[in-house]
């Protein structure tokens, strides 16, 4: 029953993922509907995001081949310039993985067990859906990627660092962020597609190591690893639809989304139809 059970988690995960609606929210939530009504869990979402960030490394393989490979160049060889795009895009990723990494070892705790009350979910559901609405409307929408600057950079990385935080969405923190700053929709999302590789690789390997022979998690290691495999097929057909998607359209359908679900979320706990 497990395997069926982290087979539809890793469907959903794949899902979510890259839409600006919180994956671990949603994972959180379909836990509650399961069988045993379980939370999958930070460790188990976490590894399951190896599979959506390895549709990531695929999808815009080119450029991050290109990317990592003159970024190596410009700091070993010195023979490509400091000042080329690709080399300060490296740097970018860089420095705006900082914030997250650093959030992350200190908040670990809180990540596994606070942060993940229902009632906070239904909240940034909100708030963050509110958010993002609003810039998608005001936001200028005029600089591509190739202007992002080191401010912008770190900027991003401090709103995907609120991430953390099931809810928050981690596209919709920093797609948000770039939008408040005058990026376009689809140079918002990709860099913070590509800002989110290094995070979550390091997350995911960091859980795998740690917590999935824990024998009191909800999932072993067999199904957690068939729900990452399912994330990753089911993810890459998302990401594609969905840079599609944002290169002519606006995120107001998921902003509508993020908050009726989070008014239902309310509903349902204060009913005690559900517990936080």
């Not at 960030?53 to 700091?75: C, H, M, N, P, Q």
């Amino acid at each position: 029953m497990h395997i069926l059970e982290a087979i539809f988690l890793g469907f959903v995960q794949g899902l979510t993922e890259f839409l600006p609606v919180s994956s671990s929210a949603h994972l959180r939530i379909v836990g509650l509907f399961l069988p045993d009504a379980k939370d999958p869990g930070a460790a188990f979402t976490a590894v399951t995001q190896l599979g959506t960030e390895t549709a990531v490394l695929i999808y815009f393989w080119k450029d991050i081949t290109r990317i990592v490979g003159r970024w190596f160049r410009s700091v070993l060889r010195r023979d490509v310039p400091k000042g080329d795009p690709d080399v300060r895009l490296g740097w970018l990723v860089i420095l705006g993985t900082i914030p997250i990494g650093v959030a992350g070892l200190l908040l670990k705790d809180s990540i596994e067990t606070t942060f993940r009350s229902l009632w906070i979910v239904a909240i940034v559901l909100i708030v963050f859906g509110v958010v993002l609405g609003v810039l998608d409307v005001v936001g200028r929408k005029v600089r591509p990627i190739e202007q992002m600057t080191f401010r912008s950079g770190l900027l991003i990385g401090v709103a995907q660092m609120l991430a953390l935080v099931p809810g928050v969405s981690r596209s919709g923190a920093t797609v948000s962020m770039g939008l408040a700053l005058g990026y376009t929709r689809p140079a918002a999302a990709r860099f913070a597609f590509l800002l989110a590789v290094p995070a979550v690789f390091l997350s995911g390997f960091y859980e795998a190591a740690t917590s999935l022979g824990d024998h009191g998690a909800p999932f072993g290691l067999v199904d957690t690893l068939v729900a990452t495999v399912v994330a990753f097929v089911v993810g890459f057909v998302v990401i594609a639809g969905f840079m599609n998607y944002i290169a002519k359209r606006s995120f107001m359908p998921f902003v509508v989304y993020r908050i009726a679900l989070g008014i239902v979320l309310i509903v349902l706990l204060s009913l005690g139809v559900i517990q936080p």
